[in-house]
């Protein structure tokens, strides 16, 4: 009775042979899937693709309005609507599921919305073989047991499930959940990979143990520094490290060691570097509506070689705060601030100013309370040029993140 | 003038600048007190906090004695 899906808020262990009767029993796939429980969106996605059918994943925090804004008021009300499946399904394990996910898929579609950091976000969609383009499947990684640390209804989220599922892993949920709890669900499900962003790491560092069954460690999305690396190695000693880059919009499209990336041989020409920032061809966008031959990424590269080209991810275009007409990375001054010995994790947060036109702030979280400020100051003069030195620090107990995982600045 | 005289000292020792003793009306933020854009943004993000009022809003502010005009409303 291998086990399919654990998650520890709704105190719940399912095994393979309960989810294949699960889906034997279902007569109807949502056409959205708006729901909390992440058994049910992985279950979803699962009926969708089996049955040929497309499904929209919305997430369950978003409001009427926001989803009438997104969909359309026509298509609100069709919100609850179940689309019934029309062939018997009768699996009786999990490789016919797999079987028919090849197989019947072909014309189904799975939407999303991306995070979008400015504005609504957009609506993307995607095939299961696009999601699964780079999913690694053999029978070497079948005993793999996945922490998962994404939502469920992103696409990283998506693409780590896929991945366990068509390996028949088990899934330990570990997103959204305190440090303490991530740490015995890894300790006592025996977790072998985890993908997740570089906050998730950092706000889970440093752990109590080191978890010595995870071999594998994937992140991406953010910059990834050095002191966390340290970190992840004490705490994760027999992990590998991978970093990823993926967008919502692509999916997979490049993978390094350590921070230092490369452009796949396949993707020579799909993707460039133009005044630093990165291009996609729109032939990777999937059915994303785009105008321009060149889909711009927003995320500023700097390149460390020129052939092979190989590149490091420096910020987010949009990320970049002026001040006073200085144009500061917040990346870069999260990087320093963390540095200091006393100081766990940092994020900068910007404040409108009617000197400078912005401000800097940042919020600390330190390990020890008689940290002040002026020295956290004077630490920074010796790394970052003053106007990149943050002006206001606030102290907390802990840093705030969006629903992508992603810090918010605002 | 005492908050006014704390709150300037604060972004002073921020700097690593010795803090002033000796303040009036007339003490000017740039020329007196050494002050640059940088401490002066600091220093209405601070006094905004303490007293809910930008006093850069409407213009430059020059001393110490137009601070105190500026939050006397209050």
Known sequence: ?????????????????????????????????????????????????????????LDSDFSDDEIKQLVGEEEFAQLQSEIPINRNLDFT??????????????????YLFT??????????????TSLTRFAKISIDRRNDVWGFAYNPTHIAGIQVFLQAFLNQNSIIRLFGFDNTSIETEILDFQVTNISATPTF?????????????????????????NKIIQQLKKAFPNGRFRNVYASTEAGTVLAAEGDLFSIKPEFENLVKIADNELLLHKSLMGGFENEDEWYRTNDIVTIVNKNPIEFKFVARKNEMINVGGYKVNPHEVEESVRMHPDIINARVFVKRNSILGNIIGCEIVASNEELTEVAIRSYLQSLLQEFKIPRIFKFVSKIEVNRTGKVNRK | MEKIKEIINTVLAN???????????????????????????????????????????????????EIQTKLAPL
């Open chain 1, 1 to 57: 009775m291998k086990l399919f899906y654990r998650d520890r808020a709704t105190k719940r262990s399912i095994n393979w042979e309960q989810f294949i009767e699960d889906i034997n029993n279902t007569q109807s796939v949502p056409k959205y899937c708006y729901a909390q429980d992440y058994y049910t969106i992985f279950k979803n996605i699962i009926l969708a693709f089996v049955s040929g059918n497309s499904i929209t994943i």
């Open chain 2, 15 to 65: 700097r690593g600048k010795a803090p002033i003793t000796d303040i009036n009306n007339d003490s000017h933020l740039r020329n007196d007190i050494g002050f640059d854009s940088l401490d002066l943004a600091e220093l209405t993000v601070r006094l905004e906090a303490e007293f809910d009022i930008d006093i850069f809003e409407d213009g430059i502010v020059n001393t110490v004695g």
């Open chain 1, 115 to 128: 995070s979008g950091t400015t504005g609504l976000p957009k609506k993307v969609s995607h095939s299961f």
């Open chain 1, 93 to 110: 394990n999990a490789e016919e599921v797999i079987a028919s996910l090849n197989k019947n898929s072909r014309n189904s579609k799975l």
């Open chain 1, 201 to 225: 790491f950092r706000l889970i560092l440093p752990l109590t143990k080191s978890c010595t069954s995870v071999t594998n460690i994937t992140t991406g999305g953010e910059k990834f520094d």
